[in-house]
């Protein structure tokens, strides 16, 4: 049976994770004290109709917290029972505003700070965090985009390999929180400071075209490739699910955008599960119409 513990920032979209989850056949129940856990999954093993399971565990549990790591140890004794830790991050400044949009009080936030609540949760949840083999962040994701990372980490088709998901970044913004590999594209010519491709981005083929010209881009896109591919498979053998590369340039709208689409469409070729994703492409067009 597979169980997954669902765990992570208050804000950071547990709630929606596990009725995701049950919409994909998971049995899921929220909030449960920790120590009951191993008891629950031993029903649920007795149960034919059951063969996946997920729990949400997090701080709302305040002392009890603790004993999940007993109940995890537990839950890995079973040698019926294949687990995973999911953990769902976000930025500081992503969870306040969905916690001010919300109008809801965080869980630790004991002088209504939620800043503070966040700085105290982080430090609670560090050790858990540390546990996890599936890391999701989902500062920009909607809740269609969470549901679609879900369903390629779990369902029935997940177990053909890891998924690799190709994220694109602007440093200027901060490199992702989730990435487990991160690649600086600024040793390649910036097409910003080419008046007809600045208004452009990756995504068009005269910048495209203009990245690419340099043997430097595609040698260097080759090698990442040859990395991803030899790495790939002992990310499998520790248990992690997902591999996260980080492509980044000074604004996430280039040179980061173009390489990435390049990996994107090489690892599609060599039939490997792979997803795309542009994080810092429309916060700069909107500033652009902005200004």
């Known amino acids: 049976m597979e169980f997954i513990i669902v765990t992570g920032l208050s804000g950071a979209g547990r709630s929606q994770a596990l009725k995701r989850l049950e919409d994909m056949g998971y049995f899921c129940v929220d909030n449960m004290p920790p120590k009951l856990i191993p ?3 031993k029903i649920c093993l007795k149960n034919d109709d059951i063969r ?5 565990v997090d701080m709302r549990m305040g002392v009890m917290f603790d004993s999940v790591y007993d109940a995890i140890k537990k839950l890995n004794d079973m040698r019926e029972i294949k687990v995973a830790i999911l953990y769902l991050d976000a930025s500081d400044e992503t969870i306040v505003k969905r916690f001010k949009e919300t109008r809801r009080r965080h869980p630790m936030s004991g002088d209504n700070n939620i800043v503070t609540g966040i700085t105290r949760e982080r430090g609670k949840l560090k050790r858990i965090n540390d546990l996890a083999n599936i ?12 549901g679609e990372v879900l369903d390629e980490l779990f369902s029935d088709e997940h177990e053909k390999g890891i998924l690799i998901t190709v994220t694109t970044f602007g440093y200027k913004r901060g490199i992702p929180i989730d990435a487990d590999m991160v690649f600086d594209m600024r040793f390649i010519p910036n097409p910003f400071y080419k008046e007809e491709l600045r208004a452009l981005t990756g995504m068009d083929e005269l910048v495209k075209e203009y990245v690419m010209s340099f043997p430097r881009t595609r040698i260097f896109i080759d090698k990442i490739s040859e ?6 498979p002992y990310y499998l053998e520790q248990d992690k699910k997902q591999l996260i590369i980080a492509v980044g340039c000074t604004g996430g709208m280039h040179r980061s955008v173009v390489v990435a689409q390049e990996l994107y469409r090489m690892f ?7 997803m795309i994703e542009h994080r810092d ?10 200004k």
Do not use: N, P, W
Request: hydrophobic fraction near 45%; glycine fraction near 4%.
């Open 227 to 232: 990395l991803v591919g030899y790495v790939a």
């Open 281 to 290: 492409i429309k916060r700069d067009l909107q500033q652009r119409r902005e």
């Open 39 to 41: 008891e629950f999954a």
């Open 135 to 146: 890391i999701v962040d989902t500062s920009t994701y909607s809740l269609k985009k969470l």
């Open 268 to 274: 599609a070729e060599q039939g490997l599960r792979v």
């Open 52 to 56: 996946k399971a997920a729990a949400v």
